[in-house]
């Protein structure tokens, strides 16, 4: 995800310090490269060598202790494509905000030219306090992105919960995702996505579903909200939490998901149906859980909407990507998707080859478009995928655009 990245995690002194080493992995095993520096009261909670440890690098806390014959907070300002601020105390956030620059970490947060994003966490009387409110504000009205902490418990037992607690890793990952993701070619643009499973009740405690995890989709998401469109991402029931920042409408049923996805309908943007929707539902829900009394049972099922082909004509300007899984003769059933819910390309991959379908991380995918054209993409990652196929879905949409002269 972060491939060759190189990521400054500035830690001051707050409780969810310990949480930070555990993010320092977390961004090396999306493979970033992290080096972090420390404030005074940081070092309070946990020492610069659990750092130096986890990052096979110095992490400085003295301003005046100059590393390599560099002066340190300048050789710290150049060196990232980020610098990311975590737990941002109120004390630091008000030494930001008022070019304060008594340390370490805060010379470099005046020093840098770089993205910083902060992540603040502090007890909740800290967060609302009007000061802190005010200084944040004043960071973000000149450009810097402060995330907003979590509500919980809160580390002291007296004060219960309230808002104040380091987000989750995955959400400060995608803001960090969304920052240092510079092409934003989807700017405005919408993108509506359905995702995962659908499940279809046949009576209080059973359904229909399939093994769809609501990842490809979920990966969708997180790469078009990167490239700034404005993300509509309706799923199913999973396990997985969706990006955060987005709007997300869970649904159950494939009538539901028809009913959501077409009440968000992109127009003039990308529709994109990544949802392994049931094709069938059963035709009467029992309201009563159906016993085993008989020799024989079977289910009738009817038919659910095929959400594609059912906004088909709803699609004017907007491009529609569809997605196909087949054991067999893909390229074929792939081509007949494609031209029977008149799709703008068509992602289809086998489930049977290593490292691609369900649950995993990975695709490995061939992109059919409506020309004829046909892409083989190597396996790779869900997220980088999804970058290829909303870059080649923005193309298709920027020259539709551009042959209406818009
Ligand atoms: N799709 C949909 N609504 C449905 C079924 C499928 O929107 N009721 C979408 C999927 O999200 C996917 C594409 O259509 O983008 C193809 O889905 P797939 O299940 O592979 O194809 P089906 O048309 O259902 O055909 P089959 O199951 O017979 O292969």
Request: include cysteine; hydrophobic fraction near 45%; proline fraction near 5%.
């Amino acid at each position: 995800m972060f491939s060759g990245k190189k990521i400054l995690v500035g830690v001051c002194g707050g409780i969810a310090v310990y949480k930070i080493c555990e993010l320092v992995r977390e961004l090396q095993r999306k493979n970033a490269i992290v080096r972090t520096m420390l404030t005074p009261d940081a070092t309070r909670f946990v020492s610069p060598l659990t750092f130096e440890s986890l990052t096979g690098a110095p992490a400085p806390v003295d301003l005046f202790q100059s590393y390599k014959n560099e002066i340190e907070h300048i050789e710290l300002a150049t060196w990232p494509d980020i610098v990311v601020v975590a737990p941002a105390t109120a004390t630091t956030i008000a030494k930001f905000a008022h070019g304060i620059a008594d340390n370490l970490l805060t010379a470099t947060f005046l020093a840098t030219r770089k993205n910083v994003l902060i992540i603040p966490a502090m007890n909740t009387g800290m967060w609302e306090n009007p000061a802190t409110k005010d200084n944040i504000a004043l960071l973000r009205s000149r450009g810097y992105t402060v995330v907003e902490p979590a509500y919980g418990r809160m580390a002291s037992q007296r004060e219960g919960v309230g808002v104040g607690r380091l987000p989750e890793y995955a959400v400060i990952v995608s803001h960090i995702f969304r920052n240092l993701w510079e092409n934003k070619f989807l700017a405005d643009v919408s993108v509506t996505i359905t995702a995962g499973c659908t499940r279809e009740k046949i009576d209080p405690v059973r359904f229909i579903s399939n093994y769809a995890s609501g990842k490809m989709g979920f990966a969708l998401a997180e790469a078009a909200a990167a490239m700034g469109a404005d993300v509509t991402l309706v799923h199913g029931p999973t396990h997985i939490d969706p990006p955060s920042g987005i709007k997300s409408l869970q649904v159950e049923s494939a009538e539901a998901m028809f009913a959501a996805t077409k009440a968000n309908y992109p127009l003039n943007g990308v529709l994109i149906g990544a949802a392994a929707v049931s094709d069938f539902r059963p035709a009467k829900f029992s309201n009563r859980k159906l016993k085993k009394d008989e020799a024989e049972f079977s289910i009738p099922l009817v038919k659910n909407p095929d959400i594609l082909f059912e906004l088909k004509a709803l699609k004017k300007k907007s491009v529609h990507v569809g997605f196909a899984l087949e054991t067999n003769d893909e390229i074929a059933y792939a081509k007949n998707k494609l031209k029977n819910k008149d799709l703008d390309l068509i992602v289809v991959n086998n489930p049977q080859d290593a490292g691609a379908g369900f649950s995993v991380d990975t695709n490995k995918v061939k992109i059919l478009f409506a020309n004829g054209e046909i892409i083989d993409v190597p396996l790779m990652n869900k997220l980088l995928l999804s970058v290829e196929i909303l870059k080649n879905a923005s193309t298709i949409l920027k020259n539709q655009n551009a042959a209406d002269g818009r």
